[in-house]
């Protein structure tokens, strides 16, 4: 995965950010450090970075040494070691952006989603057996321009869990082995990076504007993303 990355282009989002991208890497830059919650496996828990990584790898990736892969596939990009980074088989130009204004701000909030549901999964139903490959993953990194304590932060991941599940219903996703609705993948991903501007917010759910925001954002992000990657067969 050594292929170059493009020139640097602004994304819609309050506070400078850019997008650089080859055939295997989509690279988030932002000029200052942002505070981050993660799922991925580079970059997981609660920290501080100014680079995100969404990596392509094929269906058939055996995901064996997948922390050893990634850190290996950011050097290969000349991307930081304290980049956050994800992985998916889904192709990267299904890749969607959408941004949401939130206050005053046109671009408050803004949703990367890459997503595929290959093996599509519903979490509530119980299976003996599960021979489905890991191939298909949904990645969400979502861009938040508000200063969120820890619990906003949590609350933001619960909120893009709402909307990912809404999405998949809206687009008739189902669980082929329980016949069931689908509530994502079983290898989903999601970030949540904050610029800590502006006055503290203590939530981020559903009955708040900024809760709303990241829900418009992610869904439409989601079902474009869907869209592209084979009607989401990917």
Same mark, same amino acid.
């Given at each position: 995965?050594?292929?170059?990355?493009?020139?640097?282009?602004?994304?819609? !989002?309050? $506070?400078?950010?850019?997008?650089?991208?080859? #055939?295997?890497?989509?690279?988030?830059?932002? *000029? &200052?450090? /942002?505070?981050?919650?993660?799922?991925?496996?580079?970059?997981?828990? !609660?920290?501080?970075?100014?680079? !995100?990584? =969404?990596?392509?790898?094929?269906? =058939?990736?055996?995901?064996?040494?997948?922390?050893?892969? %990634?850190?290996?596939?950011?050097?290969?990009?000349?991307?930081?070691?304290?980049?956050?980074?994800?992985?998916?088989?889904?192709?990267?130009?299904?890749?969607?952006?959408?941004?949401?204004?939130?206050?005053?701000? #046109?671009?408050?909030?803004?949703?990367?989603?890459?997503?595929?549901?290959?093996?599509?999964?519903?979490?509530?139903?119980?299976?003996? $057996?599960?021979?489905?490959?890991?191939?298909?993953?949904?990645?969400?990194?979502?861009? &938040?321009?508000?200063?969120?304590?820890?619990?906003?932060?949590? =609350?933001?991941? /619960?909120?893009?869990? #709402?909307?990912?599940? *809404?999405?998949?219903?809206?687009?008739?996703?189902?669980?082929?082995?329980?016949?069931?609705?689908?509530?994502?993948?079983?290898?989903?991903?999601?970030?949540?990076?904050?610029? $800590?501007?502006?006055?503290?917010?203590?939530?981020?759910?559903?009955?708040?504007?900024?809760?709303?925001?990241?829900?418009?954002? &992610?869904?439409?992000?989601? %079902?474009?993303?869907?869209?592209?990657?084979? #009607?989401?067969?990917?």
């Amino acid at each position: 995965m050594s292929t170059l990355l493009s020139t640097p282009k602004t994304l819609p !989002f309050n $506070q400078p950010l850019t997008l650089s991208q080859s #055939e295997h890497c989509l690279a988030i830059t932002s *000029q &200052v450090p /942002l505070r981050t919650l993660s799922s991925a496996l580079i970059g997981d828990g !609660f920290g501080s970075t100014h680079c !995100f990584a =969404n990596f392509h790898v094929d269906k =058939n990736y055996d995901g064996r040494t997948p922390v050893a892969d %990634l850190s290996a596939w950011l050097g290969a990009q000349g991307l930081p070691s304290s980049s956050i980074a994800m992985m998916t088989a889904v192709r990267l130009s299904s890749a969607s952006i959408v941004s949401m204004p939130l206050a005053q701000r #046109e671009h408050g909030v803004m949703a990367l989603v890459t997503a595929g549901t290959g093996n599509a999964v519903d979490i509530t139903a119980l299976h003996s $057996q599960d021979p489905r490959l890991v191939a298909g993953t949904i990645n969400v990194f979502v861009f &938040v321009d508000a200063q969120l304590t820890d619990g906003a932060l949590v =609350n933001t991941c /619960l909120s893009i869990t #709402e909307t990912k599940v *809404q999405a998949l219903y809206k687009a008739g996703i189902i669980d082929t082995y329980s016949g069931t609705a689908t509530t994502g993948t079983s290898t989903d991903c999601v970030c949540v990076a904050a610029t $800590q501007q502006g006055m503290q917010t203590p939530y981020a759910g559903s009955g708040t504007p900024l809760g709303r925001a990241i829900g418009r954002a &992610v869904y439409q992000a989601t %079902l474009n993303s869907l869209a592209c990657s084979s #009607e989401g067969l990917v």
